[in-house]
């Protein structure tokens, strides 16, 4: 059993490793702040789920949250992946991912 | 975290490819065919062309092309230009072509100037997928 406390990068990757939490995640950056409601709209998951998924997006800083009324509104921290995010580390990973890409369509382009 | 504020930084990624450097080549010049792996474009293989790579996500880079050597080298400069200093950024990247037996070796180098840290973030925006896939990757070592 690890009993260390985890660190920020352990949190961070675990937090974003469930597709439909980085989903989640992934839109509030797009599009900015949203509703539980609106964010359910489009989940493919019940709001309970979107719920819980957003607490521990929560709890790993990468969103906050604001009440307004009855409404909650979630917004992305992207400062929160600054443990992570160098500018080497995420322009290789665009390019091995344009790469698959690039694969891809030279595959295609054969007669 | 590295604090230099004139710090270049350099990507490299290669993959050989089981085609000859022709067909590579036109994959990378040619507009409809850069605009299915890379993203959509006006570009043009003739040194001095300014254009524009769009992003999914919305965003656009400024690019213009330094050096076309056929089926061997390709230039262009890749700028996001942002009038927060901690938001721009100036690249090249530079794509080569070797022949091999099996195909053709693709190097991609990319050096840039980034004046901070902060400017990952937009970049991290930017580049979402690919920062994703690269992440997965790191879970995927982690076990």
């Known amino acids: 059993m690890d009993l260390q ?3 920020a990068h352990d949190v961070l990757f675990r937090t974003l490793a469930d597709p439909t939490r980085r989903a989640l995640f992934e839109r509030l950056c797009r599009e900015g702040e949203k509703t539980v409601g609106a964010l359910t709209a489009q989940a493919g998951v019940s709001q ?3 719920s819980k998924h957003l607490g521990l997006l929560k709890q790993a800083g990468l969103v906050r949250d604001r009440h307004e009324g009855r409404q909650t509104h979630y917004s992305a921290q992207l400062g929160a992946l600054a443990p992570l995010v160098d500018w080497t580390r995420e322009m290789a990973g665009f390019w091995q991912t344009r790469f698959d890409q690039l694969e891809d369509l030279l595959k295609r382009m054969d007669q | 975290m590295n604090d230099s ?3 270049i930084r350099t990507v490299v990624v290669e993959r050989e490819f089981p085609h000859p450097p022709e067909k590579v080549w036109r994959a990378l010049t040619q507009q409809h065919l850069v605009e299915e792996w890379l993203m959509k474009n006006d570009f ?3 040194v001095g062309h300014r254009f524009n790579l769009r992003g999914e996500w919305g965003g656009v880079l400024d690019c213009e092309v330094l050096a076309v050597d056929l089926h ?5 400069s890749w700028n996001h230009v942002h009038d927060d200093p901690a938001y721009d950024l100036r690249s ?7 022949p091999t037996s099996a195909g053709t070796h693709l190097r991609m180098e990319q050096s840039g100037f980034r004046p901070d840290q902060k400017l990952a973030f937009n970049g991290a ?3 979402w997928q690919g920062f ?7 879970l995927a070592r982690q076990g």
């Open chain 2, 132 to 138: 994703l896939g690269a992440l997965e990757t790191v």
């Open chain 2, 72 to 76: 061997e080298r390709l230039s262009y």
């Open chain 2, 125 to 127: 925006r930017h580049g």
């Open chain 1, 48 to 50: 309970p789920v979107v």
């Open chain 2, 5 to 7: 504020s004139t710090e």
């Open chain 1, 5 to 7: 406390v985890p660190d």
């Open chain 2, 44 to 46: 043009q293989p003739v």
């Open chain 2, 92 to 98: 090249v990247v530079t794509l080569t072509l070797t």
